[in-house]
C-alpha cells in the first residue's frame, strides 16, 4: 500500500493525558498537511510541511499542540494535557503539487 | 474571512435518479476545486478536480461537476445514482497564495435507496 498512513487508527485517552499521532506520507511528496475534523463538519486545516519546514499553523493550533516533521518524511502530531474537546478525527494528508491525498485518520477520544 | 458552503447537508435520493450537489465558495483570487468523497468507513478519496481550462470536468464513477465562476459555484452532479454511492461528499477549494491549504464545506450526506 503506497498511500498515506496513520497511526493508531484509534486512540482513546483520559483527559490531561498526552497523546502523540504519526503520518507516513506517500513517498517523496514533500509536503504534509494536519486536518481535524468533528462530527458533521468538513475537515479543518491545522497546519502543514514544506519538507521538515513548518510553514503555517492555524489559529485552531493551541500551545498545547506541536508538530514536527523532523527528516522531511514522516510527520508526528502531539496534544498535551488533552481535553475532551480535543475529541476529533485527525487527518494528514500530503501532496507533491497541488493534489492531497488523505490517510485513513487517527479517532481521539478524550474521556 | 475564506470559506465553503455546500447547500445540502443530507440527500436521500433513489437509485437512478439524478444528483446535483452544491457547492459556493468566497475567495476572489485564483482557485483550485475539488469534491472528495468518504464512503462509509473509508477515507477521503478525491472524486475529480478542477485546475483550469474547460469548466466541465469529468470524475470517477460518473460524476462530473461544473466550475462557473461568475458565480463562485463548484457543483457536482451525476445523471444516474447507485446505491453504491451512498457516501458522504467535500467540496474543497486550495488557495494558491494561503499555503496550498484545503478550506473544506460541511459535507452532505447522500443516502441512495435501492
Known amino acids: 500500500d503506497t498511500g498515506v498512513s496513520q497511526n493508531p487508527r484509534h486512540k482513546i485517552t483520559k483527559r490531561g493525558q498526552n497523546v502523540t499521532f504519526r503520518c507516513d506520507p506517500i513517498s517523496e511528496h514533500n509536503r504534509l498537511y494536519w486536518y481535524r475534523q468533528t462530527l458533521g463538519q468538513g475537515p479543518e486545516f491545522l497546519t502543514y510541511?514544506?519538507?521538515?519546514?513548518?510553514?503555517?499553523k492555524s489559529r485552531l493550533l493551541s500551545d498545547r499542540f506541536s508538530a514536527e516533521r523532523p527528516k522531511g518524511s514522516f510527520s508526528t502530531l502531539e496534544i498535551q494535557r488533552t481535553e475532551q474537546g480535543d475529541s476529533a478525527m485527525y487527518l494528514c494528508a500530503s501532496s507533491e503539487q497541488d493534489t492531497q491525498y488523505f490517510g485513513p485518520g487517527t479517532r481521539l477520544t478524550v474521556l | 474571512a475564506q470559506s465553503v458552503s455546500q447547500h445540502n447537508h443530507h440527500v436521500i435520493l433513489s437509485e437512478a435518479a439524478s444528483l446535483e450537489l452544491g457547492c459556493n465558495y468566497s475567495?476572489?483570487?485564483?482557485?483550485?476545486l475539488f469534491w472528495y468523497v468518504q464512503y462509509p468507513g473509508q477515507h477521503l478519496q478525491l472524486l475529480l478536480k478542477y485546475f483550469s481550462g474547460d469548466p466541465l470536468v469529468k470524475g470517477i464513477k460518473g460524476f462530473e461537476a461544473e466550475f462557473i465562476k461568475s458565480k463562485f459555484s463548484f457543483n457536482l452532479r451525476k445523471p444516474s445514482v447507485q446505491w453504491s454511492d451512498t457516501a458522504e461528499y467535500f467540496c474543497a477549494v486550495y488557495l494558491y497564495n494561503q499555503g496550498g491549504k484545503l478550506i473544506f464545506g460541511q459535507g452532505t450526506e447522500l443516502s441512495v435507496k435501492p
Open positions: 510541511f514544506q519538507n521538515e519546514a513548518q510553514l503555517e
Open positions: 475567495y476572489g483570487g485564483t482557485v483550485n
